[in-house]
């Protein structure tokens, strides 16, 4: 039986999924198995040429078949990966470093911002960071434009605004930028802040709120409505809160709407239309095409919750995985710490 590109995912992701996703909150998240462990660790101190969502498939074979030999990473592995004065002054000059201290290297570089953040959308942040290698060939270059673009103009103490935008602001792009902030959040770089926006608002639509709720964040009416847009309806400004003090307000608006950053920011846009009709995004400081399908197309069917939980997935990977490597290349560069 042939094995897709999404399946042979599950053969490396299967070590790393907790026996209880639906956990309380009293569960924490923490390295679950030698293989989890050593691929965080590559995560956080490989180096950055090794980092992308294509090199993920290749760094998860070489781990695994390492590990299958002995609980430890030596240099004739890591060579491939790492750069050797970061992994010797991790290591020691010659020596393995065993998964043990892999463990113990990973909790001392935790974020405060990932501990702040609601125990299940953390434990869902963590499944999907076993998952890069799912992230679209069609998406590879234009992460890498939005790394490099973070990288560039992230100064630590000052928000560095990203608007996601679509066409009703209703879906993808309210999905974009909550698994932005979250992103973000788990890779302690709450400093990158996430927007949505559309060109045509309406209204948030409830089946985006259900697949957010699904993954652990506090999503709540706050009892005030914005403008209606073209459908007429209520258009009603939620509460999305996905840890503490890790909290913004979402609803329907033009991606020029005030509560959005004006200039210097980067856009996303994440449908084919929004692409098409804004050739231009004013004040934007870069434009980067990112569509994905829309799961509208599956609304009423039997499939719709799996569906929306399917691209709330895609973008919430590649969210972490930008924002994983921009932490890494800022490390390196000095500017984070």
């Not at 999924?17 to 050593?38: C, Q």
């Not at 434990?123 to 679209?136: G, N, S, V």
């Not at 895609?314 to 994983?324: A, F, P, Y």
Request: aromatic residues 8%.
């Amino acid at each position: 039986m042939a094995i897709t590109r999404r399946g042979l995912m599950g053969l490396f992701g299967l070590a790393a999924l907790p026996s209880r996703l639906s956990a309380g909150p009293e569960r924490v998240s923490e390295p679950l198995s030698p293989f989890t462990t050593a691929l965080w660790f590559a995560h956080h101190f490989a180096a950055p040429r090794a980092l992308g969502a294509g090199n993920d498939r290749p760094l998860k074979l070489k781990l695994t078949a390492a590990l299958n030999k002995s609980p430890e990473l030596s240099w004739e592995v890591a060579q491939e990966f790492f750069d050797k004065g970061a992994f010797e002054a991790l290591a020691g000059d010659g020596a393995p470093i065993s998964v043990e201290k892999m463990g113990r290297l990973l909790r001392e570089k935790c974020p405060p911002s990932r501990k702040d953040m609601h125990a299940k959308a953390r434990l869902h942040a963590d499944l999907l960071t076993t998952q890069y290698d799912m992230i679209e060939d069609a998406h590879h270059k234009r992460a890498e434009e939005l790394v490099a673009w973070v990288v560039e103009h992230y100064r630590a103490g000052n928000p560095l605004g990203v608007i996601a935008v679509c066409t009703g602001n209703t879906r993808r792009s309210v999905l974009s930028a909550t698994m932005g902030n979250i992103a973000a959040s788990y890779y302690g770089l709450p400093d990158v802040r996430f927007y949505s926006g559309g060109t045509d608002p309406d209204a948030i639509n409830p089946r985006t709120v259900a697949t957010l709720k699904e993954i652990g964040l506090e999503v709540e009416p706050t009892g005030r409505e914005a403008p209606r847009g073209k459908g007429g309806g209520a258009n009603p400004i939620y509460s999305m809160t996905w840890g503490k003090g890790l909290a913004t307000r979402e609803f329907s608006k033009v991606y020029s709407d005030p509560q959005n950053p004006q200039r210097a920011f980067a856009a996303l846009l994440v449908c084919s239309e929004a692409d098409t009709a804004c050739p231009k995004v004013t004040g934007a400081a870069a434009r980067i095409p990112l569509p994905y399908l829309d799961p509208k197309s599956f609304d009423g069917t039997p499939f719709e919750s799996a569906k929306y939980a399917e691209r709330r997935d895609d973008i919430g990977r590649l969210m972490l995985s930008v924002m994983m490597q921009a932490r890494r290349r800022l490390e390196l560069d000095g500017a984070h710490k």
